[in-house]
């Protein structure tokens, strides 16, 4: 929570109560969402792990039941 908090704090959200937003106030693009997960994923992970298909994309943790 203190996290959120300051992401509100710093951020606020948009007109429409959305948390993430572009610099622009739109919706985030599913492109934006692909490159931001890839990033994540190698700076998180060891160099064998991002080579390999784990978590390759972010609805992999649904199927992985990270996200429950």
Known sequence: MAILRAHFGRFGVSVDGRLFRSDRGNVVASSTYSRVWEEARTLSLTPD????????????LRHAGVSL
């Open 49 to 60: 792990r991002a080579a390999s298909p784990l978590a390759g994309r972010p609805y992999d």
